[in-house]
C-alpha cells in the first residue's frame, strides 16, 4: 500500500547534542536532525542541514555556489508518514534560491535512503514555483496540482513504485424532482454540447470536495432553478471514462422531494427551466436514443410503478481514523 499525504505523524527524533546523529558521507559536510524539545506539534519539525566552510563543498555540491550553500541553514519541513515515507511541506519552509534548494534537497534524499524511506511527497506552494525545476532535477514528478500549491514526488526503493495514483474520477449528480402531478423538473443548458439543441433534461451538477452526494444535488437543483428539495435516495449511477481530461466520471442519479414550486432560473448556466409532464420528458428523441436518457426515463417508470429502491445514505464513523461518513445502501 502507498504512503499518501494525508496519513502523517510527527516523528521525534533525537536532541541536537545526540550523539547517535549520523553524518552523510558527503566529504566535509554534516547532516543532522534538529528538533525542538519539546515537540508540540508536527509543524515544529524540521530538518536542518549545516553545511562546513571548506573548499571541498565546490566538490559535495557541484556547480552550486559555494557562498549560498554556506550561508544557507536549509530547512526542509519534514513530516514521516505511516507508510515508511517523507512529506516536505514547502509553505513552512524559508524562502531560498533554487541552487540552494537544489543543495537541500539532494542531500537530504541521501539522508532518507540512509533510513530506508520510500516515497518523498514534496508539496510546493505556487508562490515557490521557481523551485519546480530543482525538484525535477532530483527525479521528481508531478503527481498533481490545486489552485494554490503543485505536488510533486519520487520514489528512492529499487523496488516497483506504490505511491498512490492521483484522483481517478470526477463525480457528477443528476437530480429527479417529480411533483404530485407527475410533473419532472426539467432544464435547458445555456452551455456545453446541449446547448441551443432544444433537448430538456434533469438539473446535473458536479460534487465539491468534501461534499456529500446527497448535499451537492440539493444544492444543484437549488442553484440551477432556485427550486428548495429533500434528498430521498440514489436511485442509480454511471461511470464513464475519458470524460474529462482523460478522467473518469462516476454519475448519480437522485431522487428529490420538492419542498417549493416556483422556478428561479440562474441565468449564466441554464436556457429555460420548467415543470414537464413525466410522459412528455420520455417522449423526447433524446430520451429514447441516448443511451443514458433513456436509461434515467427507465428508472423513473420503474419509481413511479414501485418496482425501484433506492439508496439512503447512513450515517457512521470509523473507529480508526474518527472520521464520520455515508455508507448509502437499500433499507
Known amino acids: 500500500m502507498g504512503n499518501g499525504e494525508n496519513d502523517v505523524k510527527p516523528v521525534k527524533g533525537p536532541s541536537i547534542n545526540d550523539d547517535r546523529l549520523l ?6 559536510i554534516g547532516i543532522c536532525l534538529l528538533l525542538q524539545d519539546p515537540v508540540p506539534t508536527a509543524n515544529s519539525l524540521v530538518m ?15 556547480n552550486e555556489g559555494k557562498a549560498e550553500v554556506e550561508e544557507a541553514m536549509l530547512m526542509l519541513p519534514v513530516m514521516h508518514d505511516k507508510y515508511e515515507g517523507v512529506i516536505v511541506d514547502m509553505k513552512k519552509a524559508p524562502v531560498m534560491e533554487p541552487e540552494v534548494f537544489c543543495s537541500a534537497l539532494r542531500a537530504s534524499m541521501s539522508l532518507w535512503k540512509k533510513q530506508g524511506k520510500r516515497g518523498v511527497w514534496i508539496k510546493l506552494p505556487i508562490e515557490k514555483v521557481n523551485l519546480v525545476e530543482s525538484a525535477v532535477q532530483q527525479g521528481f514528478w508531478f503527481h498533481h496540482a490545486e489552485p494554490t500549491y ?6 528512492l526503493p529499487v523496488v516497483p513504485c506504490t505511491l498512490p495514483a492521483n484522483a481517478s474520477h470526477r463525480v457528477g449528480v443528476g437530480a429527479v424532482v417529480l411533483n404530485d402531478q407527475r410533473e419532472i423538473l426539467v432544464v435547458q443548458e445555456n452551455s456545453g454540447c446541449l446547448r441551443g439543441m432544444g433537448v430538456w433534461k434533469i438539473p446535473t451538477g458536479v460534487v465539491d470536495e468534501g461534499e456529500d452526494i446527497h448535499d451537492a444535488i440539493v444544492r444543484e437543483v437549488k442553484e440551477e432553478t432556485g427550486i428548495d428539495t429533500e434528498f430521498l435516495e440514489i436511485l442509480a449511477f454511471r461511470q464513464a471514462h475519458k470524460a474529462y481530461f482523460d478522467k473518469s466520471d462516476l454519475f448519480f442519479v437522485c431522487m428529490l422531494r420538492p419542498l417549493s414550486f416556483d422556478i428561479r432560473r440562474q441565468h449564466l448556466e441554464i436556457e429555460a427551466a420548467q415543470w414537464m409532464p413525466f410522459e412528455e420528458y420520455a417522449s423526447q428523441p433524446a430520451a429514447r436514443e441516448d443511451g443514458l436518457f433513456r436509461s434515467i426515463t427507465e428508472v423513473c417508470f420503474s419509481k413511479l410503478h414501485g418496482n425501484c429502491t433506492g439508496f439512503v445514505p447512513v450515517p457512521m464513523k470509523s473507529i480508526f481514523c474518527g472520521r464520520s461518513n455515508c455508507f448509502y445502501r437499500s433499507i
Open 23 to 28: 553524518p552523510l558521507s558527503f566529504p566535509l
Open 150 to 155: 503543485l505536488m510533486l514526488i519520487n520514489w
Open 48 to 62: 536542518s542541514i549545516f553545511v562546513k566552510s571548506s573548499p571541498g563543498i565546490d566538490i559535495a555540491f557541484g
